[in-house]
């Protein structure tokens, strides 16, 4: 139990366009999504924090208007990218979490975007 | 920010070792630590977790040790195995929900 699914597992776009990453927890409603970026040999840096029907989170110096969330449902977020640059190219990863509070994050396969 | 640059702190064992992966955290207020175990291009997967009210948590072949009071946090992992080779990290609760990752260690076992 407790997977979590990420589309697409890699996309490569041209600079200046805008990429959607779906997040979906597939056997559980997730209370609370986040989403985190990844760059190579570095750690995880929460991005925001995001909970069903309302705004996200973000965390300081994350740009809300570059990168928008949405939390349509208990099972599925999404971040897009907007007019993405060669600079937002990173390993974007969302985790799940099912209870509120301190607790386990389900962690999704991530996704590699390239902007060319 | 904090950058570990392009070096991650690594630690080489041979298989059939014990691996000691070690943390410090920044949050004496922090109340949940979790390790997670992440392989190359993959997203971080749940290793063992512990709440700040124990000391000490076994799980299959990992144990957890923390030490509030100098805020460090150890991994073990018994007879260690080629599978085990990964990039390990501890995470602290940050926000009411919110997880700060460490730095990460990555893991090299060889046969």
């Known amino acids: 139990g407790a997977v979590v699914s990420q589309h697409p597992s890699r996309v490569i776009c041209k600079s200046g366009t805008s990429v959607k990453i779906e997040c979906r927890s597939l056997?559980?409603?997730?209370?609370?999504m986040f989403w985190y970026r990844q760059f190579p040999k570095q750690s995880l840096m929460l991005m925001a924090t995001?909970?069903?029907?309302?705004?996200?989170?973000?965390e300081q110096g994350v740009e809300k208007d570059k990168f928008l969330i949405n939390h349509a449902s208990l099972t599925l977020s999404t971040l897009t990218v907007t007019s993405a640059h060669p600079e937002d190219s990173s390993f974007y990863i969302c985790?799940?979490?099912?209870?509120?509070?301190?607790?386990?994050?389900?962690f999704g396969p991530g996704t590699r975007l390239t902007v060319l | 920010g904090e950058s570990v640059g392009l070096h991650l702190p690594t630690l080489s064992v041979q298989e059939g070792d014990n691996s000691i992966i070690n943390c410090a955290y920044s949050n004496s207020a922090s109340d949940y630590f979790i390790w997670y175990k992440q392989e190359s291009g993959k997203g971080p997967q749940f290793i063992i977790d512990i709440r700040s009210n124990m000391d000490k948590r076994q799980g299959q072949r990992v144990t957890v040790l923390l030490n509030k009071t100098v805020k460090h946090l150890s991994l073990q992992i018994a007879a260690t195995q080629p599978g085990d080779s990964a990039v390990y990290f501890c995470a602290e609760n940050g926000g009411y929900s919110t997880l700060t990752f460490g730095k990460g260690t990555m893991l090299l076992v060889s046969p």
């Open positions: 056997d559980f409603q997730a209370t609370t």
């Open positions: 995001s909970n069903e029907g309302s705004k996200a989170t973000y």
């Open positions: 985790s799940a979490s099912e209870l509120a509070g301190p607790n386990e994050q389900f």
